[in-house]
T-cell receptor
């Protein structure tokens, strides 16, 4: 079974600064996908960024980028130029790419990020 | 709005009552998922559908829970004889196709069992 660990329950950052959220995972599989989802106070989960494990290049999406270390099973999210609207709960999630399991997202417990003005 | 929608957004019920939630996925999405999220936790997988077929159920889904997707479009999740431990946010998500696709989430239904 896969597990996802987010070791930082809460973090805060000043507006316009950079922050990194940590995520580690455990799996015996070689093919999988990793995601960061954002859940603002309104509670709708929104995809932030997605990484395919077979890709060595780290995914980027505007101010959001990841540092994917497959051997270390680490998948951190970097938010640059933090904005007040980035305040949210951030979840790291894993999904297998094996035919029998490619439907179930496994989430970490989340990191509550607060961006201060 | 063409995203995933869920109704109702909030539900308060008394222990022992039955409740039903509805999820309308993004129209062309074949897969539909239900997750449960309790306070301070990440969402946990409950079940999923490929079109109208329910292909997997988590052990979290006791016999009091039933889900349907009768025509491969909207889905309902029913909880019979609710218990206080059922209080949670119930999230629906949908995705396109057979491969690993990004799951798009609805706003959730928050259930409080008194």
């Amino acid at each position: 079974a896969q597990t996802v660990t987010q070791s930082q329950p809460e973090m805060s950052v000043q507006e316009a600064e950079t922050v990194t959220l940590s995520c580690t995972y455990d799996t015996s599989e070689n093919n999988y996908y990793l995601f960061w989802y954002k859940q603002p106070p309104s509670r709708q989960m929104i995809l932030v960024i997605r990484q395919e494990a077979y890709k060595q290049q780290n995914a980027t999406e505007n101010r959001f980028s990841v540092n994917f270390q497959k051997a270390a099973k680490s998948f951190s999210l970097k938010i640059s130029d933090s904005q007040l609207g980035d305040t949210a709960m951030y979840f790291c999630a894993f999904i297998s790419d094996s035919g029998g399991s490619n439907y179930k997202l496994t989430f970490g417990k989340g990191t509550l990020l607060t961006v201060n003005p | 709005d063409t995203g995933v929608s869920q109704n109702p957004r909030h539900k308060i019920t008394k222990r022992g009552q039955n409740v039903t939630f509805r999820c309308d996925p993004i129209s062309e999405h074949n897969r539909l998922y239900w997750y449960r999220q309790t306070l301070g936790q990440g969402p946990e997988f409950l079940t999923y559908f490929q079109n109208e077929a329910q292909l997997e159920k988590s052990r979290l889904l006791s016999d009091r829970f039933s889900a349907e997707r009768p025509k491969g479009s909207f889905s309902t999740l029913e909880i019979q004889r609710t218990e206080q431990g059922d209080s949670a946010m119930y999230l629906c998500a949908s995705s396109l196709g057979l491969a690993v696709e990004t799951q798009y989430f609805g706003p959730g239904t928050r259930l409080l069992v008194l």
